[in-house]
T-cell receptor
């Protein structure tokens, strides 16, 4: 059983640029959630995808968008990057309708300069 | 205020028990979780408890839930240096079948010899 894999592991972007982060979900999982973790903070929910549609969204602006593909992998896109977008972005997968927790990837460390 | 609150630091001696506490505000919480995050890594699910339970034991880990006071604790018996990490408490309601966890800021556990 493969876990959740994220790419790239690290990324440096300039303010105003756009970025795409990728995630492969754990085998057998059909739901993907994205979280932003700023330094010294807990993960903050960005959104969740199920059946290729957004299934819930946290308090993030529309310049944060996502996709889920038929193989349950997912992308997080952030437009017009701001310095405050610098964070660890975590992808987590789960099986819809179960509450027994998420499997997280190791994250992508995004630095905006 | 925060939906999930935890103390930020806990220091224990190797071999002692560690108790990490958490309070939450959402009375509709269905599942409550403990995750562990080591430096540079994603979150690892340690254990979870359903809201109709008051205790769950899993090897060295014991979770206690006081639903009336909305208080959750994680006890680690015989704490080892390898247990040094950040521990996150999280809660999720069963909203439309989606169990989207809300995380606290994390408790940094330091284990010294």
């Amino acid at each position: 059983e493969t876990g959740v894999t994220q790419s790239p592991t690290h990324l440096i972007k300039t303010r105003g640029q756009q970025v795409t982060l990728r995630c492969s979900s754990q085998s057998g999982h059909n739901t993907v959630s994205w979280y932003q973790q700023a330094l010294g903070q807990g993960p903050q929910f960005i959104f969740q995808y199920y059946r290729e549609e957004e299934n819930g969204r946290g308090n993030f602006p529309p310049r944060f968008s996502g996709l889920q593909f038929p193989n349950y992998s997912s992308e997080l896109n952030v437009n017009a990057l701001e310095l405050d977008d610098s964070a660890l972005y975590l992808c987590a997968s789960s099986f819809a309708g179960t509450g027994n927790g998420y499997t997280f990837g190791s994250g992508t460390r995004l630095t905006v300069v | 205020g925060e939906d999930v609150e935890q103390s930020l630091f806990l220091s224990v001696r190797e071999g002692d028990s560690s108790v990490i506490n958490c309070t939450y505000t959402d009375s509709s919480s269905t599942y409550l979780y403990w995750y562990k995050q080591e430096p540079g890594a994603g979150l690892q699910l340690l254990t979870y408890i359903f809201s109709n339970m008051d205790m769950k034991q899993d090897q060295r880990l014991t979770v206690l839930l006081n639903k009336k006071d909305k208080h959750l604790s994680l006890r680690i018996a015989d704490t080892q240096t390898g247990d040094s990490a950040i521990y996150f408490c999280a809660e999720s309601p069963a909203s439309g079948g989606s169990y989207i966890p809300t995380f606290g800021r994390g408790t940094s556990l330091i284990v010294h010899p």
